[in-house]
């Protein structure tokens, strides 16, 4: 097992896949640099997901599925299917609720700083955001073979305070996710179906990312094929 520290910059904007490229120095590892050859950029990329909550003091867990898209630029589209269906696209402005396909929610106000600070946490996990990683967590990366780990601790007192750390891993993609509160809380997410998008349809562009945005007024861009997930 090979461990890199955080400064290992490169390797962290591709680790989490779906970030821009990036051309690492000559002199890294040859094991780290097929990893970044491995971890192209993936604009946008659409995958099911199974969420196990172990909450602390009780013995059963609790399950839920879905799917979701994210998009580099427009954010992370999250469907929860079962036991009930919801669906929350994440940007960098603040959630979205949908309480039907392509029609939000009225906002009950500006988001808190809690959903601020949550929103960020799960956009640098998707986007490979290295900077905003850094400066929330201490990086440990593990990497073995075509395998890879990120273990995530808590920089500031405050954010210690509700998260005790994370762990992500994979290969091509992130394969799995695994939150510790800090009142001993486990959530655990497995990625599953992962998949490349060429592009999105209008329609489904409006629908997960919101028509109000302006990000889907010229979708798919020119040369990509339009695909649903």
Not at 77 to 84: M, N
Not at 159 to 169: D, E, F, N, P, T
């Amino acid at each position: 097992m090979r461990r890199f520290p955080h400064s290992w910059r490169c390797f962290a904007w591709g680790l989490l896949v779906w970030a821009a490229p990036c051309v690492a120095p000559a002199a890294e590892n040859q094991a780290l640099q097929e990893v970044i050859t491995r971890l192209q950029s993936h604009a946008l990329v659409a995958g099911e997901f199974v969420q196990q909550r172990r909450l602390k003091g009780f013995s059963r867990s609790l399950k839920s599925t879905g799917r979701f898209v994210f998009w580099r630029e427009g954010g992370l589209y999250w469907r929860t299917e079962t036991p009930f269906t919801s669906a929350t696209t994440f940007t960098g402005q603040g959630p979205i609720h949908w309480q039907a396909p392509g029609v939000a929610a009225d906002a009950a106000g500006p988001p808190n700083a809690m959903e601020k600070h949550s929103n960020k946490i799960l956009l640098a996990f998707f986007g490979a955001d290295l900077e905003a990683l850094a400066r929330l967590f201490e990086l440990d990366w593990q990497v073995e073979g075509g395998r890879w780990t990120l273990d995530l601790r808590p920089r500031d007192a405050l954010l210690g305070k509700v998260l005790r750390g994370a762990s992500i891993h994979g290969g091509e993609f992130i394969e799995g996710l695994r939150v510790r509160s800090a009142r001993g809380d486990v959530t655990e997410v497995a990625f599953s179906q992962l998949r490349v998008l060429p592009g999105l349809s209008a329609a489904a562009c409006r629908r997960y990312f919101g028509a109000g945005r302006g990000l889907c007024a010229a979708w798919p861009p020119a040369g990509q094929d339009a695909a649903a997930p």
